[in-house]
């Protein structure tokens, strides 16, 4: 069974800083392209940061600005959510998510391109 564990989620005052980790199998780390997501209760998930291939460069949702950063340690099998300059509205489950690549190489961007998912770590910024 493949595990993605989360964690590094905390509450924080607006402007303050949290890093998420995501460790999982070498296998699936290796298999798959792995991405950050986040849902608010009544809204759909969406995606805050992933890859743009399997070998290329992070890609974020527009709402991040600059403020998040994505990042791998392949000795590890480990991906990192570096935030920022967080915000009252970035509140939120953070779930940490892998899926194939698509034609073997390019990383998906929907939700539903993702197979496997972590149990979720909470973030919650107060103002």
Not at 24 to 51: D, H, I, L
Not at 63 to 68: A, D, E, L, S, T
């Amino acid at each position: 069974q493949v595990h993605l564990v989360e964690s590094g989620g905390g509450s924080v005052q607006a402007g303050g800083s949290l890093r998420l980790s995501c460790v999982t199998s070498g296998y699936t780390y290796n298999s798959n392209c792995m991405a950050w997501f986040r849902q608010v209760p009544g809204k759909e998930r969406e995606r805050v940061a992933g890859f743009v291939s399997r070998d290329g460069g992070p890609r974020y949702g527009d709402f991040v600005k600059g403020r998040f950063t994505i990042s791998q340690d392949n000795a590890k099998n480990t991906v990192y959510l570096q935030m920022n300059s967080l915000k009252p509205e970035d509140t939120a489950m953070y779930y940490c998510a892998a899926g194939p690549p698509i034609s073997g190489r390019l990383c998906p961007s929907a939700v539903y391109n993702y197979d496997t998912w972590g149990q979720g770590t909470q973030v919650t910024v107060s103002s």
